[in-house]
RNA sequence: GCUGGAGUAGCGAAGUGGACAAACGCAACAGACUGUAAAUCUGUCGUUCGAAAGGACUCCGAAGGUUCGAAUCCUUCUCCCAGCA
């Protein structure tokens, strides 16, 4: 009973479905999407699903609040891809649920989990512990403490967990988002016991990344492929759709600013100026979060997907932790 | 050619005699982050020395002037926009 699974974290555009994609023919594999924005249905082309012509099969894996499906992209099936409507705010704890769900059932199928996707919290959530994750939000209590000031929050989470307050750093003490879930939990934690039982992987990381010259030329040249692969035209959908566009869902880079162009506000120009730079700074902070969360151990390893040695790196490298024979 | 408006840091935009190296927004750079993570939040952001406190230098189109003191007032020049010729 092996819980092996091999994770495909790193930059947008850096190729990461692609060799997912590759892993799972070569290993039998199916892959697990890891991707905040890419549970939206609707949002194909911004997000860079590539599944224009792909078969979207339903399955059921047991969960009260979604149902879930497999795209089949050149006979690999893709989980967790159109999971929820874009006015849904779909969050980490349910990506852990769902993830963990999926990676179970394939496991019972004797085929090998590629969790791949750029949303670091969603990767970690499935190998660390992060236990809090797991505790769920209290839409009431999140809607009277949002009419709050920084400083009030400040204050109610001093009086519900002293410590918890004086532990976060002076970023996360100017967080509302970040104070309101703190008293959410602390409020959680007074009337319910922990009860956390998650399953442990077995992992094996690849971190994929390009030199900095390059992704910025790679990330230039997928705007425009998704401008001419019709990206005004899923944009003009969900507005017509009436999706708030102020939503986490619709927050990923480039709607606003084709919106913005569509609404006549800003030049195409423009509209693509912005979205490269959004494009860009996602790609810098992907990095920095991979660098700090994601520690060097043995379990992890970085490459560039530009460098032509590094798939025979990957694959000696996936061969020895699924402790498969080299061909 | 005349009349009116305007020229402020990478961009946009406040400031209209002293608390101005100059609000604010964007961009940039650095960072934080255990249920919105493509989100949210923090710091830096004229140059320079310094770990910091702080110091030095340059600065609001250009040049000159008034004033103890000018981005702010005056003169000339220059560029831009609008109206009239």
Redesign the pocket.
């Known amino acids: 009973m092996d819980n092996k699974i091999i994770i495909i974290g790193g930059q947008?555009a850096t190729g990461k479905t692609d060799l997912a994609i590759k892993i799972a023919k070569e290993f039998n594999g199916e892959i697990i999407s890891a991707?905040?924005?890419?549970v939206y249905i609707g949002m194909d082309i911004?997000?860079?699903k590539d599944v224009k012509n792909l078969e979207f099969t339903m399955y059921n894996v047991q969960n009260k609040n979604f149902q879930i499906g497999y795209y089949t992209a050149d006979g690999i099936k893709i989980w967790l891809y159109d999971v929820v409507k874009p006015n849904y705010?779909?969050?980490?704890?349910?990506?852990q649920?769902l993830a963990n769900r999926v990676i179970g059932d394939i496991i019972s199928r004797d085929k090998i989990p590629i969790v791949a996707g750029?949303?670091?919290?969603?990767l970690r959530s499935l190998i660390?512990?992060?236990?809090?994750?797991?505790?769920?939000?209290d839409e009431k209590l999140?809607k009277s403490l949002?009419q709050l000031k920084v400083s009030k929050l400040q204050k109610q989470l001093q009086g519900t967990d002293r410590h918890k307050f004086f532990r976060l750093?002076?970023?996360?003490?100017?967080?509302?988002?970040?104070l309101?879930?703190?008293i959410?939990?602390s409020l959680w934690k007074k009337t319910n016991s922990k009860i956390i039982k998650k399953p442990v992987y077995d992992y094996c990381a690849i971190i994929l990344v390009n030199k900095e010259k390059t992704l910025e030329e790679k990330i230039s040249q997928r705007i425009q492929k998704r401008l001419r692969e019709g990206m005004e035209k899923e944009v003009r959908f969900l507005q017509k759709k009436g999706y708030d566009f102020n939503?986490?869902a619709l927050?990923?880079?480039?709607y606003q600013e084709i919106k913005d162009y569509l609404e006549r506000k800003i030049d195409k120009d423009e509209a693509i100026d912005?979205w490269l730079?959004?494009?860009?700074?996602?790609a810098?902070?992907?990095l920095?979060?991979f660098?700090?969360?994601l520690p060097s151990t043995k379990k992890i390893f970085w490459f560039d997907s530009q460098d032509h040695h590094s798939y025979t790196k990957i694959r000696n490298l996936l061969c020895h932790f699924l402790k498969k024979p080299l061909s």
């Open positions: 947008t991707d905040s924005r890419q911004g997000t860079g705010q779909f969050s980490v704890g349910e990506y649920d750029g949303t670091g919290l969603y660390d512990s992060l236990s809090d994750i797991t505790i769920p939000p999140r949002s750093n002076n970023s996360d003490r100017n967080n509302p988002r970040r309101i879930r703190a959410e939990i939503s986490p927050s990923a880079t480039g912005r730079k959004q494009e860009f700074g996602y810098k902070k992907q920095v979060w660098k700090k969360f």
